[in-house]
């Protein structure tokens, strides 16, 4: 079965400091990554696919096989970027269709 | 357009009681998913329908849980005689297709407490 694990609940980081939020996952399959956020009183959102290879807000995500892993990077962290942030694995689940597997999700606050 | 919808927002409830909750997929998204955040927990997949059809029940906790959809739009998740452990909040997705490809769009969510 498929896992994804963020290892840290909360990452607190000053603004403009480097943010790098930790993802690893466990799949048989070819992954599809996502990261997600969601935003204080805010729905969950789609904030970027690996697929896509794009920066949204300034943030990054690089697939690494070797190590199983999708950290989500931006260089220089805001105040707007406070919010919770869930790594997710699309997976075949076998029953025609695609489950999304989420982390139990990182909670950024970023200091002014 | 407007995005996926769910009612109630909040949803208080003793236990042993039934609960229904609702959620208005986008106009037009053949897929919806049901997920439950608990406390402290991720999300968990529950049910995923593709029309009014559910090719996957894998996630449904218990024989007390079950979801319909009709006319390919509004699905109904139901919880008979809640458990104070049902107390989460459950989110309804839904997208264009159920492939790969296919970005899933959340509502707000309904927080449900059982008392």
């Known amino acids: 079965a498929q896992r994804v694990t963020q290892p840290e609940k909360l990452l607190s980081v000053f603004k403009g400091a480097p943010v790098e939020l930790k993802c690893n996952y466990s799949?048989?399959?070819?992954?599809?990554l996502f990261w997600y956020v969601q935003y204080s009183r805010q729905r969950l959102q789609l904030l970027l696919r690996?697929?896509s290879r794009e920066s949204i807000k300034g943030f990054t995500a690089d697939l690494n096989k070797g190590e199983t892993s999708f950290h989500l990077k931006k260089p220089f962290a805001q105040e707007e970027d406070s919010a919770m942030y869930y790594c997710?694995?699309?997976?075949?689940?076998?029953?025609?269709?695609?489950?999304?597997?989420f982390g139990k999700g990182t909670k950024l606050s970023v200091i002014p | 357009g407007a995005g996926v919808s769910q009612s109630p927002s909040n949803k208080v409830t003793e236990k042993g009681k039934d609960v229904e909750l609702r959620c208005d997929p986008i106009?037009?998204?053949?897929?919806l998913y049901w997920y439950r955040q608990s406390l402290g927990q991720g999300l968990e997949f529950l049910i995923y329908?593709?029309?009014?059809?559910?090719?996957?029940k894998s996630g449904l906790p218990s024989d007390r849980f079950s979801a319909e959809r009709t006319g390919g739009s509004v699905s109904t998740l139901t919880i008979q005689r809640t458990q104070q452990e049902d107390s989460a909040v459950y989110l309804c997705?839904?997208?264009?297709?159920?492939?790969?490809?296919?970005?899933?769009?959340f509502g707000p969510g309904t927080r449900l407490t059982v008392l």
């Open positions: 106009s037009g998204h053949t897929a």
């Open positions: 997710a694995l699309l997976a075949y689940s076998g029953a025609g269709s695609y489950q999304l597997t």
């Open positions: 329908f593709q029309g009014n059809s559910a090719p996957d």
């Open positions: 799949y048989s399959g070819s992954p599809e």
């Open positions: 997705a839904s997208s264009l297709m159920a492939g790969p490809t296919d970005t899933q769009y």
């Open positions: 690996h697929i």
